[in-house]
C-alpha cells in the first residue's frame, strides 16, 4: 500500500467537489471535477470495447449492461426532457474493456475514466467490470429538471480484501427465495462478493437433498412451503454468479444438527439420563461408521451442487453434555484412548470429516472453535472468526489463528443481529480488520470478513431494514481503503446511498431524522 | 333506553371522572360490575389475543365452509343495513373470510371427514349482529364509547351483540380469530365470550416529523391497531424537523417545515386518516407540542421562536417559542381553533416536554419580561404562564389538553382534568402516584417506549409491566386511564415502522385490555405467536418472536 497516504489526501480533497460524494463504498482512488456531461438515456449505451477480451455473449456483462440501464433511466428513458444548457457535448456510450477472458480471478481491480476523449471503463476480469459499472451507476446524477448528468472523473479502484461476505440464516427462519434473490441484488450495490448460506441449523432444514430427500421432508419446517429445491438453489447461484458473488454453502456439523435427526435415524447421539435414553438427541454420533458413510454421500451431493471452491462446515458450539451421557460414546472414547478429553472426540470427527471434503477436491472454512479445540486441519483451511470475548478477544483470536498460518475471516464485530438503539454503524463501520498484532505476514492471511444476519428474531418482515444500510458499513470497510474511516465524510455518502437504495426499491431503514425525495411506499 | 345492556369492566368511579372531565355521554345500560378473573376453558383459545374477560367453549366443534357463511344483521338490531359504520365493519370481516381467506387462517385442526362429510347440523352459516342501544353509526368513537360485546358461537346462527357499534368492531375480529382452517373447511368451538376493556384508552403514538410516514403507512398501522384493539392514534404530527401538517390558517407553516413539498399531509389526507381510524373505532388524537420542540415552526412563521443571543448580539438561532409576545398568543389561538376543529376528537395533545431554558435565558427581551412578572430565575414560571395561557385556550374551545408530564412537574396551575401523560421510566410509578393524589388523570407510557429497541425477546418486560402498581387509593387508581405505546421517529420511517411495531406493541395492547391476572407468559407466548402469523396473514410485516414459521408466510 506505498503511496496510499498521497493518494488518499487527493481523494479527500476532491470528494467534497460535487457528485462523488454518492459513492459507496469509497474508491481507492478518485479524480472528479465540476465539469459534466450530459446523459440522453434513450441513445446511451454499454458498448464493448474493440480490444476487449470479451464480447457480445458474455452473458455477466450483457445481463449487467441491461440491469444497469433498468436501474438508472428505468422507464423514465422515454419521456426524458432535452436539456436547456449543455455544459458539454453529451456523454453518448460507456466503453468497456476487460483484459482477461477467464473469469476464475478473485482480483477485480477497475479503471473507470470519463473525459471529453473517453468514457472508459477497464478492467482485468469481467468481475472488475461489475464492481465498475456499480460505480458507474452511482456517479450518475439527475438534475431537479431531470437532466441526467455524470462529472468527468478518474477512478482507480481495487477491493482491500478479497472476501467480503454477508451470512443469511434460512434455518431458524425460512427466507422466501425473492428475499435472497433481493438481498443478492442489494449485495451487489454493496460491492459485496460472498454470500455465506447458513442453510441449515437446529430449526429446520430447507435444502432439499436429492440423495436424503427425507433429511428435508422430515426436517422442513414444512416440506411444501418452506424448502429450497434444487432449482431454487441453482437460481440463487447463478443470480449470484451475474452479480459477481460467490455462494458459500454451510453444513455445520457435529452440532447445530437437530433438524437431520428425523430424515437419517441413528444420525444424532442419543442422550442418556442415568442408564436410559432420554429420547432426546444431540451431536452427530461421531461413534459409528454409518455417520461418515452418511456424510460422505451427503456431502459429494454438496460439492456437486455448489460451484465454489469452498465449503463451510461449521463445527461451532458443540455441546459435550450428551455425548458425556452415551454409554457407547463412552466405551468410543475409551477404545480410540480420548480419556475425558471430549475436545479429542471432536477433533476425530472433524478431521474425518475434513478428509471426506477434501477428496472432493474442496477448500473449507470452519467456526473458529475448531482451531481452539486444536483439531488438526489441513494448512489451507481458512477459520471464521466470530466470537467477541471468548476464549479471547477477538482481536487476539485473529492474532493467535495467523501466526498459526491459517487464513482468517472475521465476523465478531458485525453481527447485524444484535440490536441496539441509535446509530450502532458507526461501530461497525469503525472496526479495523488488521488492528492486531501481528507480522505483515499475519496480516496477509486476514482474507476478508463477513457480517452476520442470524435468524433468531429475524425474517422476510424484518430482514431488509435490519440489514440495510448497517451491511453497508461492513462493505466499505472491506473495500475502501483502512484510511477511510472519518464518520462524517461515511455518513454524509452513507444517508446518500441509503436514498439511492429507497430509490431503487430497497426497505434500507434510516440512519438519523431527514427524508429522502423518494420514500419507501408500502405495498 | 330500557334495555339492559351488557356488563362493562370498568369501575363506576372511572365514569364519574369522565363526568367530571366534561366527557361523559349518558349511559343508562350499564351492568353490573364484573370482576371475575378470565377464563380459558381449551387450548383452542390460543388463537385469542388479547384474551377476552370471559371464554367458555365446549369441546363440541362447528364448521364453516366460506362460500357457504354469512354476515347479517339481527331484525331487532338498532344498527341495519344503513349504518355504514356497521356494514363497513362488516365488510373488513367479509373481505377477510372471502378473498383472502386463505392467508388469515390457520391450518391446525383438519376436519377428518372432508367437505362434503360434513353434518349439517353442525354447520356454521351466519354471524348474526345485534346492536342493543343507539348505535352511535355516525359518530366519532370516544373515551367513553362502549366496547364492550357478546360473542356466542353456536350453529347455525352465531351471534355478535354489543351495546354499540365500537363493541362490534371488537368483536368481530374474534369471530375471525376462533376458526380454524384446513383447506376449505373452517371449524371453531362452540363458545361464548363477554368481554370489556380494562383500560378506555389503549394508544400508538407515532411521529411524522423526524420520519414523514406516508399514508398508506399510517392506513396499515391503524388496521393493525384494530387487530390489537388499540383505540387511539396519538399523531404526533410536527416537531424539530418537520412540519408536515398542511395548515388551512397558516399555509406557510408547512410550505417553509416541511422536509419537502411532498412530504406533507393535507387536510383531504387528515380527513383520510380520522375517517379510516372511525371505521375502525380509532380515535385520532393529535399532538401540537410546544413551546419547546418548535424548530420548523420558525421557518413559516416569523417571531414565532424566541431568538437566542450570544454575548448581546442575536446569534441567528432560535429556541423555543417566545412566551412574552402577544402575537405568539393570538397565532396559537388561531392555530389551535383550526386544530380543535380539524380534529374531532374531544382531546387535544399540547406537549410540553423538554423545554430547554438557554435560549430564553440568553435573551434579554425575554429577562426583562421575567422581571417584569416577578418570575425570579424560574424558567419553569414562564413556561407555567405559557402553558396556563395555551390551556386557557383550548377549555375555551370546549376540548380538553392532555400534556407530558413535565407540565405536572413543573407546578403550573394545572387546569382540573388535564390528563398527564407519563413518560419519563425512571421512578415513573412515583410519579403515578404523585400526579393522581394531585387528582389529575393519567397515561402510561413511561415503560412502552418502542424506538429503544435491543436484541431478543423484549416484548416480555412491556407485556408484564402492571400500570396500577404503585402506592395508591382505589379513587387515585381510577384517575389511570390508560396507556400508549410509543414509537418515536428518530430512527423509524416507513420502511422499519410495521416490524418495530409488531407484535411488540401487541404485548401493551393486552396488557391494557385485557385482566390484571393475565400474566402468564408461557401462555402468552403461545398465543401471540399464532396471533403474530395471522397479522403477518392479513398483510401486516409484523416480526417473529422466536424461530419458527408461520404457515402462510412469505407474500408480503
Known amino acids: 500500500m506505498a503511496g496510499s497516504t498521497l493518494r488518499f489526501s487527493l481523494l479527500l480533497a476532491a470528494a467534497f467537489a460535487g457528485r462523488a460524494t454518492a459513492l459507496w463504498p469509497w474508491p481507492q482512488y478518485i479524480q472528479t471535477s465540476e465539469l459534466r456531461y450530459t446523459i440522453f438515456p434513450h441513445s446511451f449505451q454499454f458498448q464493448y470495447h474493440l480490444s476487449s477480451a470479451a464480447q457480445v455473449g458474455c452473458s455477466v456483462l450483457d445481463e449487467a449492461f441491461q440491469r444497469y440501464r433498468d436501474l438508472l433511466f428505468g422507464s423514465a428513458a422515454f419521456r426524458f426532457p432535452h436539456p436547456i444548457v449543455l455544459t458539454t457535448g453529451p456523454l453518448g456510450k460507456l466503453l468497456i474493456v476487460v483484459l482477461q477472458r477467464t473469469c476464475d480471478s478473485l482480483k477485480s481491480e477497475d479503471t473507470l475514466t470519463i473525459n471529453d476523449e473517453q468514457c472508459l471503463l477497464l478492467s482485468e476480469t469481467v468481475w472488475g467490470a461489475l464492481r465498475g459499472l456499480e460505480t458507474f451507476s452511482q456517479l450518475i446524477w439527475r438534475s431537479p429538471e431531470g437532466t441526467f448528468y455524470v462529472n468527468k472523473t478518474d477512478i482507480e479502484d481495487f477491493p482491500r480484501f478479497p472476501h467480503r461476505g454477508l451470512l443469511l440464516d434460512t434455518s431458524r427462519h425460512y427466507l422466501p427465495l425473492s428475499s435472497i434473490l433481493d438481498t443478492l441484488d442489494v449485495m451487489a450495490y454493496n460491492k459485496f462478493n460472498v454470500f455465506h448460506w447458513h442453510l441449515v441449523d437446529d430449526s429446520s432444514f430447507p435444502y432439499e437433498s436429492f440423495t436424503f430427500p427425507d433429511l428435508t421432508k422430515k426436517g422442513s419446517y414444512n416440506p411444501a412451503t418452506h424448502i429450497y429445491t434444487a432449482q431454487d438453489v441453482k437460481e440463487v447461484i447463478e443470480y449470484a454468479r451475474l452479480r459477481g458473488i460467490r455462494v458459500l454453502a454451510e453444513f455445520d456439523t457435529p452440532g447445530h444438527t437437530l433438524s437431520w435427526g428425523p430424515g437419517v435415524p441413528g444420525l444424532l447421539t442419543p442422550c442418556y439420563s442415568g442408564s436410559h435414553p432420554s429420547g432426546t438427541f444431540g451431536p452427530v454420533n461421531p461413534a459409528l461408521n454409518n455417520t461418515y458413510e452418511f456424510m460422505s454421500t451427503f456431502f459429494l451431493e454438496i460439492s456437486t451442487v455448489f460451484p465454489d471452491f469452498y465449503l463451510h462446515l461449521g463445527g461451532d458450539e458443540v455441546d459435550f453434555t450428551c455425548w458425556k451421557s452415551n454409554p457407547d460414546i463412552q466405551a468410543f472414547m475409551k477404545k480410540k484412548g480420548f480419556g475425558d478429553d471430549f475436545k479429542k472426540l471432536e477433533s476425530f470427527y472433524i478431521q474425518t470429516l475434513l478428509d471426506i471434503v477434501s477428496a472432493y477436491g474442496k477448500g473449507y472454512v470452519v467456526w473458529q472453535e475448531v482451531f481452539d479445540n486444536k483439531v488438526k486441519v489441513r494448512p489451507d483451511t481458512i477459520i471464521q472468526v466470530w466470537r467477541e470475548e471468548i476464549p479471547v478477544k477477538y482481536v487476539k483470536e485473529m492474532a493467535l489463528v495467523t501466526s498459526a498460518g491459517f487464513r482468517a475471516l472475521l465476523s465478531a464485530p458485525w453481527y447485524l443481529n444484535h440490536i441496539t438503539y441509535g446509530p450502532d454503524w458507526k461501530e461497525i463501520y469503525l472496526v479495523e480488520p488488521l488492528a492486531f498484532e501481528g507480522s505483515p505476514e499475519q496480516k496477509a492471511l486476514v482474507i476478508g470478513g463477513e457480517a452476520c444476519m442470524w435468524g433468531e428474531y429475524v425474517d422476510s418482515t424484518n430482514l431488509v431494514p435490519r440489514l440495510w444500510p448497517r451491511a453497508g458499513a461492513v462493505a466499505e470497510r472491506l473495500w475502501s481503503n483502512k484510511m477511510v474511516s472519518n464518520l462524517d465524510f461515511a455518513f454524509k455518502r452513507l444517508a446518500h446511498f441509503r436514498c439511492e437504495l429507497l430509490r431503487r426499491g430497497v426497505q434500507a431503514q434510516p440512519l438519523s431524522v431527514g427524508y429522502c425525495d423518494m420514500e419507501f411506499e408500502q405495498t | ?556
Request: proline share 7%.
Open chain 2, 1 to 556: 333506553m330500557e334495555q339492559r345492556g351488557l356488563g362493562r369492566l370498568r369501575l363506576p368511579g372511572l365514569l364519574a371522572l369522565l363526568a367530571a372531565l366534561g366527557v361523559l355521554v349518558v349511559q343508562a345500560a350499564l351492568g353490573r360490575r364484573r370482576a371475575q378473573t378470565p377464563r380459558i376453558s381449551a387450548s383452542r383459545n390460543q388463537n385469542l389475543w388479547p384474551l377476552p374477560v370471559t371464554v367458555r367453549t365446549t369441546p363440541r366443534l362447528l364448521y364453516l365452509s366460506p362460500g357457504n357463511f354469512f354476515f347479517g344483521h339481527s331484525p331487532t338490531s338498532k344498527a341495519g343495513p344503513s349504518c355504514r359504520m356497521n356494514n363497513n365493519g362488516l365488510k373488513i370481516c367479509f373481505n377477510f373470510s372471502h378473498t383472502g381467506i386463505m392467508p388469515i387462517f390457520f391450518g391446525f385442526d383438519k376436519w377428518p371427514l372432508g367437505s362434503d362429510n360434513v353434518p349439517r347440523k353442525m354447520e356454521l352459516q351466519k354471524l348474526e349482529v345485534s346492536v342493543i342501544m343507539d348505535p352511535e353509526c355516525d359518530s366519532f368513537p370516544s373515551i367513553t364509547s362502549d366496547e364492550s360485546y357478546n360473542l356466542l358461537v353456536q350453529e347455525p346462527v352465531a351471534k355478535l351483540t354489543a351495546n354499540r357499534v365500537w363493541g362490534v368492531l371488537r368483536g368481530k375480529f374474534f369471530v375471525v380469530s376462533l376458526l380454524f382452517s384446513s383447506k376449505e373447511i373452517f371449524t371453531a368451538n362452540e363458545s361464548n365470550i363477554v368481554d370489556s376493556p380494562r383500560f378506555p384508552h389503549r394508544g400508538i403514538l407515532i411521529d411524522t416529523s423526524r420520519h414523514f410516514l406516508p399514508i398508506k403507512t399510517i392506513l396499515k398501522t391503524l388496521d393493525a391497531m384494530a387487530f390489537n384493539k388499540f383505540n387511539v392514534l396519538h399523531w404526533h404530527i410536527v416537531d424539530d424537523q418537520s412540519f408536515p401538517y398542511q395548515s388551512i390558517t397558516f399555509p406557510e407553516l408547512s410550505n417553509k417545515g416541511s422536509y419537502s413539498l411532498s412530504h406533507v399531509y393535507t387536510p383531504n389526507d387528515v380527513r383520510t386518516v380520522i375517517e379510516y381510524a372511525r371505521f375502525r373505532g380509532i380515535r385520532v388524537l393529535p399532538e401540537f407540542d410546544s413551546p419547546g420542540h418548535t424548530a420548523s415552526w420558525g421557518k413559516g412563521q416569523k417571531d414565532v421562536l424566541t431568538p437566542c443571543y450570544h454575548s448581546r448580539e442575536p446569534s441567528g438561532t432560535f429556541g423555543p417559542i417566545n412566551p412574552i409576545l402577544n402575537s405568539t398568543y393570538s397565532f396559537l389561538s388561531k392555530l389551535f381553533k383550526e386544530i380543535s376543529t380539524v380534529f374531532p376528537d374531544k382531546f387535544i395533545h399540547l406537549g410540553g416536554d423538554e423545554v430547554d431554558f438557554h435560549c430564553w435565558k440568553s435573551n434579554p427581551a425575554v429577562l426583562h419580561f421575567m422581571r417584569n412578572k416577578g418570575f425570579g430565575k424560574k424558567f419553569e414560571k414562564l413556561q407555567s404562564f405559557y402553558m396556563q395561557k395555551v390551556l386557557d385556550m383550548i377549555s375555551a374551545m370546549k376540548k380538553t389538553s392532555i400534556v407530558w408530564q413535565e407540565v405536572f412537574d413543573d407546578e403550573g396551575k394545572l387546569t382540573p382534568g388535564t390528563v398527564v401523560q407519563v413518560w419519563k421510566k425512571r421512578n415513573f410509578h412515583m410519579k403515578l402516584r404523585k400526579i393522581t393524589a394531585a387528582g389529575f388523570p393519567v397515561i402510561i407510557s413511561a415503560p412502552w417506549y418502542l424506538d429503544l429497541i435491543s436484541y431478543g425477546e423484549d416484548w416480555t418486560g412491556y407485556y408484564l409491566v402492571e400500570p396500577l402498581n404503585f402506592a395508591g387509593t382505589p379513587e387515585q387508581k381510577q384517575l389511570v386511564i390508560g396507556g400508549e405505546a410509543c414509537i418515536w421517529g428518530e430512527y423509524v420511517d416507513a420502511t422499519n415502522l410495521t416490524p418495530r411495531l409488531w407484535p411488540r406493541a401487541s404485548a401493551v395492547g393486552e396488557r391494557l385490555w385485557s385482566h390484571q391476572d393475565v400474566t402468564d407468559l408461557e401462555d402468552a407466548y403461545r398465543r401471540l405467536i399464532r396471533h403474530r402469523c395471522r397479522m403477518v396473514g392479513r398483510g401486516i410485516a409484523a416480526q417473529p418472536l422466536l424461530p419458527g414459521y408461520c404457515e402462510h408466510e412469505g407474500r408480503m
